[in-house]
C-alpha cells in the first residue's frame, strides 16, 4: 500500500480496502450457508478455490512497479529477519499493537469452535441460520469501515484503538441467547462486536505503514504477523480442549475476556497518547545508528 499511494492517503486507502472486504464478507457467509446446504462441505471448498483464483488475477493486474532493491546489496535472510526484528521491538508503538494484536486474536480464536458447538448444538440452529448470523457479522464490519474516519477524528487515534479492542468485551454476552430471543440477540451481538474491528485494523495497519520505512515494510510485517497470526492456532487449540474440559459456556466468557483485555495494551502503552497518524518514519539503518550513538553507563 505505501508504495500505491502517498502517505497521507494510507487511512483512506485502508479504509476502501476493507470496504470492499466487508461487501465480500457481506454476502460470503449467507452464500456459504447455502451452498454447504446443497452441495455439502467438501465441495464448497471448490466453490471457495474459485473466489482465490479471482483473486491473483486481480493482484496480477497492478500495473505500478515497486522500487527495485539495490544490486550491490547480497540479499542475506537473517540479517534482512534482524532488521524487521529490530524495527519492531526498538520502537515501543509498534510492540504495544503487535501485544494488542496478538491478545486480541488469542483470545477471538479460542471461541471458534465452541461458538459452532454452541450455535448449532445448543440454540440448534440450521447451517443456512448460521450462515445469516455471519452476515449480520459483516454488516457490521461494514458500517465499521464507513464510520471509521469520523470516529477517529472525533476521538483521536490513541483512544480510538482502545476503544476498538475493548468492545471485544461484548463477546461475553452471546451465552445470554439461552434464555431466549436467540436469533436476534446473536444478530445484534455479532452486529455490535464487528462494528469496531475495522475501525482498529484500519488504524493499526495505516499506523504500522505510516511510522515504518517503506523498504522495511515487508520485514516489519513479517515479523509482527508471525507473533499475531502465530496466536491464532494457539487459541484454536486451547478452545477445543477448554470447550470439551471446562464447558463451552465457559470458554466463551473465557476467549471474551482475554480478547477484551487486549486494550490494556494499547492503554497502557504510546499508543493512547497518539492523536493522529505520525508523519515521519523509521529504518532499522537509523536504529543501529541510535544504538552506536549511545554512551555506556
Request: hydrophobic share 45%.
Given at each position: ?13 485502508n ?20 451452498v ?36 550491490r ?63 449480520f ?42 434464555y ?15 462494528l ?58 473465557l ?41 555506556p553507563?
Amino acid at each position: 500500500m505505501p508504495n500505491l499511494i502517498e502517505s497521507s492517503d494510507l487511512l483512506e486507502g485502508n479504509s476502501k480496502l476493507q470496504t470492499s472486504a466487508a461487501g465480500a464478507q457481506l454476502v460470503g457467509p449467507s452464500l456459504a450457508g447455502l451452498v454447504i446446504q446443497i452441495i455439502g462441505g467438501a465441495y464448497a471448498i471448490t466453490v471457495d478455490a474459485i473466489g482465490y483464483l479471482t483473486s491473483a488475477l486481480s493482484l496480477s493486474s497492478i500495473k505500478k512497479r515497486e522500487p527495485k532493491r539495490d544490486q550491490r546489496q547480497i540479499p542475506n535472510f537473517f540479517k534482512e529477519m534482524k532488521e524487521g526484528i529490530d524495527v519492531v521491538f526498538h520502537n515501543r508503538i509498534l510492540t504495544h499493537i503487535m501485544g494488542a494484536t496478538a491478545t486480541s486474536n488469542l483470545g477471538s480464536s479460542m471461541l471458534t469452535a465452541p461458538f459452532i458447538v454452541f450455535v448449532l448444538n445448543y440454540l440448534h440452529f440450521s447451517k443456512l441460520s448460521y450462515g445469516i448470523l455471519g452476515s449480520f457479522s459483516a454488516f457490521g464490519f461494514l458500517v465499521g469501515v464507513l464510520i471509521t474516519q469520523r470516529i477517529t477524528k472525533k476521538l483521536g487515534l490513541g483512544l480510538t484503538l482502545a476503544v476498538s479492542t475493548g468492545s471485544s468485551f461484548l463477546i461475553m454476552l452471546n451465552p445470554v441467547a439461552r434464555y431466549g430471543y436467540a436469533f436476534f440477540v446473536l444478530a445484534a451481538l455479532s452486529f455490535a462486536t464487528a462494528l469496531l474491528v475495522p475501525t482498529y485494523n484500519i488504524n493499526q495497519i495505516s499506523l504500522r505503514q505510516a511510522l515504518v520505512d517503506v523498504k522495511v515494510q515487508g520485514r516489519m510485517n513479517a515479523t509482527i504477523r508471525t507473533v499475531v497470526w502465530g496466536t491464532i492456532p494457539l487459541g484454536n487449540l486451547l478452545g477445543g480442549i477448554l470447550g470439551s474440559t471446562v464447558g463451552v459456556i465457559d470458554t466463551i466468557y473465557l476467549g471474551g475476556f482475554i480478547a477484551g483485555i487486549a486494550c490494556l495494551w494499547i492503554i497502557t502503552g504510546p499508543v493512547f497518547k497518539l492523536k493522529e497518524h505520525p508523519k515521519t518514519s523509521i529504518t532499522a539503518t537509523e536504529l543501529e545508528a541510535e544504538e552506536e550513538t549511545k554512551v555506556p553507563p
